[in-house]
């Protein structure tokens, strides 16, 4: 285990209820992983309240008045960069990173998709397994590369799909795993056995399998 702590930047936009799981776990497990500062693309985000009550530093940059996505990426780098992170967790932060800021960060940008990737990039994803007529669904924690929702696997769990589920029964229940799953990935890599090698996520210097670490109910 490292010997410093695991300085960790959380980017969102929304109500921030991974990182409210990442802070609860850090918490109650003594995790090596230390929340150094959440940023938001939106001054309404919730999340960032989350932030101030657990006594973390917030910073919002909103995208209004930039020139486009380089512009405003380059300006978040900057501010990410201010907190001097170890680590860099996307938490439903919803905007499409340029290939400048994901090159950055390589080997230490964390996304978490509600699917079982590769299946259901982008949006919708719980109507989407429903329409398809899946038994199974669930969330994964990748490590973010320049395609989208498409980086190394590190950890996927498993939701089995119920014959009364509407979409959001079923994102209820794949968010439950959410708030598992982020944590774990984020200590493994806080502890130093997650890493992004030339083929892809390695755990303890073993290749993860190409769904990553797969928990099953």
């Known amino acids: 285990m490292p010997s410093k702590s695991c300085n960790v930047v959380v980017l969102l936009s929304g109500s921030g209820s991974n990182l409210q799981a990442l802070i ?28 101030r009550a657990a006594g973390i530093d917030t910073a919002v940059l909103e995208h209004g008045g930039f020139a486009g996505r380089e512009a405003y990426d380059t300006a978040l780098m900057h501010l990410v960069d201010s907190y001097a992170p170890d680590l860099v967790v996307l938490a439903g932060f919803m905007r499409i990173l340029s290939g400048g800021f994901v090159r950055h960060y390589h080997g230490r940008l964390l996304n978490i998709h509600p699917s079982l990737l590769p299946k259901y990039k982008g949006l919708h994803t719980h109507q989407r397994a429903l329409e398809a007529g899946d038994t ?35 994102a209820q229940r794949v968010h439950r795993q959410e708030h598992q799953i982020y944590p774990l990935a984020v200590r493994w890599f806080a502890e130093g056995r997650l890493r992004l090698g030339d083929h892809g996520a390695l755990l303890d210097g073993q290749p993860l399998a190409a769904s990553g670490h797969l928990i099953r109910p």
């Open 24 to 51: 609860d776990s850090n918490r109650a497990e003594g995790s090596p992983a230390r929340i150094g500062a959440v940023i938001a693309n939106r001054a309404d985000a919730y999340g960032l309240e989350r932030a």
């Open 136 to 170: 199974e669904h669930g969330c994964s924690v990748h490590f973010v590369t320049e395609e989208l929702d498409g980086g190394p696997l590190v950890v996927q769990a498993v939701v089995a799909v119920a014959p009364g589920d509407d979409a959001q029964s079923l």
